[in-house]
């Protein structure tokens, strides 16, 4: 785990995911291929398919997750040891799970799911995606091995929210309580200079995603603003 985490130190992580009637939904391995050969210091991946693909191929270390939604559940990434058991098998090195209070799939709690995970597979590094302070409290005190921010913004406490608001304050505060474990700056990272900036607060890798391997996010971003200097 150490060697692990010592490959990702201030390295860049990149979220290759495109969901189902995305432009590019089966063609992410491409993305990931192409971030590594930017300097990637590791990728993340959704699916079996894919991990599988970029574990054969690509010499970084690689996250998994599975998107599955349950009808009775709020929590849709990696949510059950199902999914866990899938990313496992395809390889990944780590697997990044949501973490917060939403409700899971059949009323199962955080502290449940924990527990089968690690019961399943006592070595698998798991991330936990937590939202606030005290959900990543609670994720480490259970035993996740590294946490994430990029819940945040994506649960009803902080719905509407962006994690570069008032200088990364919700990065700041989880980063003063978790400092036992790797805490990973997620979410929101739009630029370069939001990446050098949570390097400064003490993040110990970056994941980045839309900014760089969704087209059409960037797009849009450049049409909105152009259409608001047009008014």
Do not use: W
């Amino acid at each position: 785990m150490i060697e692990l985490f010592q490959k990702l130190h201030r390295g860049l992580v990149v979220s290759c995911q495109a969901l189902p009637g995305e432009p590019l939904f089966g063609q992410m391995f491409a993305m990931a291929r192409a971030a590594v050969e930017g300097g990637a210091s590791g990728v993340l991946l959704n699916g079996y398919e894919d991990i599988v693909l970029a574990k054969a191929a690509l010499d970084v270390p690689v996250i998994g997750v599975v998107t599955h939604a349950y009808s009775d559940a709020e929590v849709d990434l990696t949510p059950t040891v199902e999914e866990v058991t899938a990313i496992m098998r395809a390889g990944a090195d780590m697997i990044a799970c949501e973490a917060t209070n939403r409700r899971r799939p059949e009323g199962e709690t955080i502290d449940t799911f924990y527990e089968k995970c690690r019961r399943r597979f006592p070595q698998g590094i798991l991330i936990a995606e937590v939202a606030t302070v005290e959900e990543a409290i609670q994720a480490r005190q259970l035993g996740f091995d590294c946490i994430s921010t990029a819940a945040y913004g994506y649960t009803p406490e902080t719905a509407g929210r962006r994690l570069p608001t008032d200088d990364f304050a919700a990065f700041r505060d989880i980063r003063q309580v978790v400092t036992d474990c790797p805490v990973i700056g997620e979410g929101g990272i739009t630029s370069p200079d939001h990446a050098v900036r949570l390097l400064e607060l003490g993040a110990d890798f970056l994941v980045v995603g839309s900014c760089i391997t969704r087209p059409q996010a960037i797009t849009e971003r450049f049409t909105n603003a152009m259409q608001q200097q047009a008014m």
